[in-house]
């Protein structure tokens, strides 16, 4: 289990990970506009989870800094995690 934070407005949503050097716990953004997220201005590798509207994972992918992803699915929720922190599959059902 993993302490998860919530970017449930425009300016969390903004800043995510942004200039963090370490974290200890995963970010969930909510998606409002689009299936797509940048690592600019990071500095650390995430793992990305993609989950759509029954918080189920569709995507997954590990990201460097200066990286940007679009997932081809229709994404609801994104957690974004320290690399290797959780070990979640595409399919996985999250309960938060």
């Known amino acids: 289990m ?3 934070k919530i970017a449930d407005n425009y ?3 903004l800043i995510g990970l942004m200039f963090k050097r370490d ?3 995963g970010l969930l953004i ?3 506009y689009g299936s797509s997220i940048h ?7 995430i793992d990305v989870y993609f989950l759509d509207e029954n918080k189920i ?5 590990t990201l460097k ?14 957690i974004e995690v320290k690399e290797n922190s959780i070990n979640l599959k595409i399919g996985d059902r ?3």
């Open 2 to 4: 993993i302490k998860i």
């Open 11 to 13: 300016f969390k949503r």
């Open 39 to 45: 690592t600019c201005f990071m500095l650390f590798t």
């Open 30 to 32: 909510i998606l409002k």
């Open 65 to 78: 800094p200066w990286r940007y992803y679009k997932t081809r699915k229709k994404a609801k929720y994104v």
């Open 57 to 61: 994972i569709i995507d997954k992918i």
């Open 23 to 25: 974290i200890d716990y």
């Open 94 to 96: 999250l309960d938060f």
